[in-house]
């Protein structure tokens, strides 16, 4: 290798160092660290010539630090560079040497970070400028006076270790401020490997704290995770043409390629990984380093309390937490009398005494239980099962204890099937999680909830297998109904109990699903819904675990909206369940202020509107919160009415959630034909809502024509700027098996945009078919509208006709 990058190097020039510098990168054999090494000697090489070529005079030296300074060059980093001098040359000399050095690095457009300054100036500016520092700390010389450079580093070294009890409290602010601000790697859909918590900074700041001599990181698997970032890094940079660290969606595929792995999610499955091994090797280091610093300063008190003679040693303070299982100094480790080799379910019981207590498990435990506990018999006894929903039962404090065990290979060893799960990434941007995270997340929910049901242990397990099955092909739910019965078996549930989780876990979409896109007036829904779940006990469980799912999901996934339509077809289901009969909605009558409107409207000829707030209801905090605004609207039937309602709403910024479509035939004293009576749940995008009386007017317009209600939703939508990425996938539109009395029922699934159930109506009035009710629920960017739909004379449409309706629509749509 170095005699390819001397040969590579024969021509000094700028010409010569690009050229090499091109050969070099566009090399498939050689990627990863000899690229990077190599990268570097050849830059090196290629500065110290112009250091030569430059006339240097004596007392200067030209020194690499930070990235370059370890000798870790990306194919688009910039180069770290220092002009260190002693004081004694001429300034104008000085600055001369810069000159000659900075500007063919310019010239290639390489980004260059440079300084000119003397050791007590580096050593001063190290002092106060943490960044400056930690990158001093990885100086290394490239040309000059090689002395003066070590010299450098030889103090900055001994400056970071005498002031390692101020400098390493500064650096763990520093890193949990750039965590805040650029959020964890581990979990992000397009995460920036630098800068994000598990990236290369942090990575970098380990280095440091190792540097210090205060405290050590644990090594195991750290390399490789360091290694893997800066290879993406590269992938990356040679992917784009661009010195950029944020893996970008559109990206993903390219860089996945350039390293020789299968698709984007097993690119983002590596870099969680590695993310995930330097996020929990900083977690174990800043514990230590905290734990020694108050080590340190309780020492002086100590020894004033003692006396100067007093010889004797404070004796450490060992709490019992459970069987073979204590706290000591603010963690929880091991008792001296524990055998983890003859107790295998040690493990857990330290688990969820760390995690009842609120308390981390320390690393050396971690490690010996990883390394000594005997395996768990198949099924586990009764005190393991406990064991596990005590620590799922925890809460909050879960999670760091169950990232302690997920470390060390534990969890896998408890539950193979976990593998499967374990960093895989969610490409739904509303999902703020892994799913391996994701399923832990819905536990701590979950604990919250268990006052709410009569088996909170079910509850607990069934919320940390709801997903399991997203590891597997096909649909998760019945993937995961096989893997959960086989997984609650494995922990020793017996068959009832067995049989319940599987139900819970195959059906954990179905209340939520149900309750945001389908009529809940339909007897047709809810005797499906009870159909499916059974039982009360069931009923209750899928309940906890819908709100605990939604709320483990992200903060688009719920609402007090949601919540109250869940708890709506709940409490219908259950009636069902205990042999209530449920009201036949043909039969419902129209509301006092329905047959108000709709005689108002026949009397006028016109719409007529009302606005309501609809009743407050507390949402998961406690605080009230309102449901939204209905929105009734009456006026005499004729065509075009819900893709007039439905534009309106949209050129005034009201999302819909729900509408239903009724005729309503009045005494023939009052007037000749039927009203349309439209009965609305919309929510102000943000603002204010509109007044009554704008609406209406609008709506007047767009029904006579005199207002392009299409136009003025497109000008709208090409005013905003598209951000570039992934294409989103084209709208798909199916005939649902709902089984209804009432309705063919059609779900539209399409990117969600304003103006989609005005183009919606707007298909479906040239389709000549009636809309008897609408039902819109969104998630990220994703809209699933359901269309209740008869023909104009209210009979159902037979299959063919609903297949071809389905067929219609998605082409308009497209």
């Given amino acids: 290798m170095t005699s390819d990058v001397k040969t590579d190097t024969e021509d000094r020039g700028p010409g010569g160092y690009a050229a090499a510098r091109l050969r070099l990168l566009s090399e498939q054999a050689r990627s990863g660290p000899p690229r990077r090494t190599a990268l570097a000697r050849l830059t090196d090489d290629w500065l110290a010539g112009l250091w030569a070529a430059a006339g240097a005079p004596p007392g200067t030296a030209l020194v690499a630090v930070g990235g370059y300074g370890r000798g870790e060059l990306s194919p688009r980093s910039d180069l770290d560079l220092l002009l260190l001098h002693d004081g004694s040359a001429d300034a104008g000399a000085v600055a001369a040497l810069a000159d000659r050095l ?116 644990p090594r195991e698997g750290l390399d490789d995770a360091r290694r893997r970032l800066l290879d993406a890094r590269d992938a990356l940079h040679l992917a784009t043409g661009r010195a950029t660290d944020r893996l970008a969606l559109q990206e ?23 993310a995930r091994t330097v996020s929990y090797a900083s977690d174990v280091t800043w514990r230590e380093v905290n734990r020694v610093l108050r080590a340190r300063s309780a020492r002086p008190r100590l020894r004033s309390l003692l006396g100067r003679s007093g010889a004797a040693k404070a004796p450490v303070e060992r709490t019992p937490l459970a069987e073979g299982v204590v706290e000591m100094d603010g963690e929880v480790v091991l008792a001296l009398s524990a055998r983890p080799e003859r107790d295998p379910v040690l493990p857990l019981r330290a688990a969820a005494a760390a995690a009842q207590a609120g308390l981390p498990l320390s690393l050396h435990a971690v490690r010996r239980l990883a390394a000594a506990a005997k395996p768990l018999p198949v099924p586990w006894p009764a005190e393991a099962r406990e064991e596990l929903v005590t620590l799922l039962g925890a809460g909050e404090p879960t999670v760091p204890v169950w990232e302690a065990l997920e470390a060390e290979g534990l969890i896998t060893r408890l539950l193979p099937d976990w593998e499967r799960v374990r960093c895989r990434p969610q490409r739904n941007p509303v999902h703020t999680w892994t799913v391996d995270r994701h399923l832990v997340e819905t536990a701590v929910r979950a604990a919250s909830l268990t006052r709410r049901v009569h088996r909170p242990d079910l509850l607990l397990v069934a919320a940390l297998l709801h997903d399991i099955g997203k590891g597997w092909p096909g649909d998760h739910s019945v993937a995961g109904e096989t893997i959960a019965r086989d997984m609650a078996a494995r922990v020793g549930f017996d068959r009832a109990d067995v049989a319940v989780v599987a139900t819970v876990v195959r059906h954990h979409l179905l209340l939520v699903e149900t309750a945001t896109r389908r009529d809940l007036d339909d007897p047709a829904t809810v005797q499906s819904v009870a159909a499916a779940v059974g039982t009360l006990g069931a009923l209750e469980l899928l309940h906890a675990l819908t709100e605990a799912d939604a709320l483990a999901t992200g903060p688009a996934a719920w609402s007090t909206w949601r919540a109250s339509l869940v708890a709506d077809l709940v409490k219908r289901v259950a009636g069902v369940l205990t042999g209530e009969e449920l009201p036949d909605p043909e039969a419902a009558a129209f509301s006092a202020e329905q047959e108000r409107l709709a005689i108002e409207a026949l009397r006028t000829g016109e719409p007529v509107l009302a606005l309501h707030t609809e009743p407050v209801v507390p949402d998961g905090s406690g605080e009230p919160e309102p449901v939204g605004v209905e929105l009734l609207v009456a006026l005499p039937e004729r065509p075009g009415v819900l893709p007039a309602v439905a534009g309106v709403l949209a050129l005034h910024r009201l999302t819909v959630r729900a509408a239903d479509l009724r005729a309503i035939a009045l005494p023939l004293e009052l007037g000749d034909g039927p ?64 089984e209804s009395r009432l309705a063919t029922v059609l779900e539209v699934r399409a990117q969600d945009a304003p103006g989609l159930l005005h183009r919606i109506g707007r298909a479906l009035e040239g389709a000549e078919v009636r809309v008897r009710s609408a039902h819109v629920s969104t998630l990220g960017a994703n809209a699933v509208d359901t269309l209740y739909v008869t023909r104009p004379d209210g009979t159902l449409l037979a299959p063919e006709e609903a297949a071809g309706l389905a067929k219609t629509l998605e082409e308009a749509l497209r």
């Fill in 675 to 738: 009203v349309l009576v439209l009965d609305w749940r919309v929510a102000a995008e943000y603002g204010s809502l509109p007044e009554a009386h704008r609406l209406r007017a609008d709506l007047v317009r767009a029904l006579d024509g005199s207002l392009d209600v299409g136009a003025r939703l497109a000008e709208r939508d090409a005013a905003y700027p598209r951000r570039r990425g992934v294409q989103a996938p084209p709208p798909r539109v199916t005939v649902a098996a709902a």
């Fill in 252 to 274: 993903q595929d390219a860089v996945a390629a350039e390293l020789g792995l299968l698709d984007a999610d097993t690119l983002l499955r590596e870099v969680y990984e590695a």
């Fill in 102 to 217: 900075w500007y063919p690095v310019w010239d290639l457009g390489i980004a260059l970070d440079h300084s000119v300054r003397t050791a007590a100036e580096a050593r001063r500016t190290a002092g106060e400028d943490l960044k400056v520092q930690l990158g001093l700390l990885d100086a290394r010389p490239l040309a000059g006076d090689t002395g003066l450079a070590a010299g450098l580093r030889t103090t900055v070294l001994a400056d970071w270790r005498n002031q390692a009890p101020r400098r390493l409290p500064e650096l763990h602010a520093l890193c949990r401020e750039r965590a805040e601000r650029s959020g964890e790697l581990q979990y992000l859909l397009e995460p920036d490997l630098k800068e994000a918590r598990g990236g290369l900074r942090d990575a970098q700041a380990l280095r440091a704290v190792a540097a210090s001599w205060l405290a050590d990181a």
